[in-house]
């Protein structure tokens, strides 16, 4: 099956530094991907689209300098937390469709990456 | 009104019997559902796709879809201890291509 492989899992930084975290589609190529964050016990929120070779799409509210999204080839997208502060402190995953731009392409997830900010 | 709703649980089932977890949404253009799994610390995984009105079966796992009453759910057969996790209802966006909105999750609890 889809394979979407995430890095880090985890990470615990100081307030004020960056964190970069990044998606890859193993075994398919995914000219879009999706970033989510997530909170205890909550579900998960889309914070944006991130499209290879263009600007990602951000969704309401979230701050595009403050989570900058690369997607610079097929397999890879990046997302950075610029100046984390503890409220940023959260479940970041990303995922893919392996069927294309189809509405029944089902996603597939990484693994996630938790965020601690101190 | 939320755009996909869930009951939030926690729904309790004895080992081997049926866990029926509901889903509503309120966006009568969606045309793709999706039911994950999602254990505890960790990221969601992929149970059952449905895109046309009935049943869909898979293994233990049956998804059903109403679109008139804007209605999925999934239905768990022999539940097991290992099914006990967060499910959560996915619903595309109309005209969003692969956007999906989620459920904030029916937390299922398989009492050995």
């Known amino acids: 099956g889809a394979v979407v492989s995430q890095h880090p899992s985890r990470v615990i930084c100081k307030s004020g530094t960056s964190v970069k975290i990044e998606c890859r589609s193993l075994?398919?190529?995914?000219?879009?991907m999706f970033w989510y964050r997530q909170f205890p016990k909550k579900s998960l929120m889309l914070m944006a689209t991130?499209?290879?070779?263009?600007?990602?799409?951000?969704e309401q509210g979230v701050e595009k300098d403050k989570f900058l999204i690369n997607h610079a080839s097929l397999t890879l997208s990046t997302l950075t937390v610029t100046s984390a502060h503890p409220e940023d402190s959260s479940f970041y995953i990303c995922s893919a469709g392996a069927g294309g731009n189809s509405y029944n392409s089902p996603l597939h997830f990484g693994n996630g990456t938790r965020l601690t900010v101190t | 009104q939320k755009e996909v709703e869930q009951n939030s649980g926690p729904l309790s089932v004895p080992e081997g019997a049926i866990a029926s977890l509901n889903c509503t949404y309120s966006d009568r253009g969606s045309q793709s559902f999706f039911w994950y799994r999602q254990y505890s610390g960790k990221s969601p995984e992929l149970i059952m796709s449905?895109?046309?009105?009935g049943d869909k079966e898979d293994g233990r796992f049956t998804a059903q879809l109403n679109k008139a009453s804007q209605y999925v759910s999934l239905l768990i057969r022999d539940s097991q201890p290992s099914d006990s996790a967060t499910y959560l209802c996915a619903v595309n966006r109309p005209g969003g291509y692969q956007k999906v909105t989620f459920g904030t999750g029916t937390k299922l609890q398989v009492i050995p």
């Open positions: 449905i895109y046309s009105n």
């Open positions: 075994d398919f190529q995914a000219t879009t």
């Open positions: 991130s499209n290879e070779g263009s600007k990602a799409t951000y």
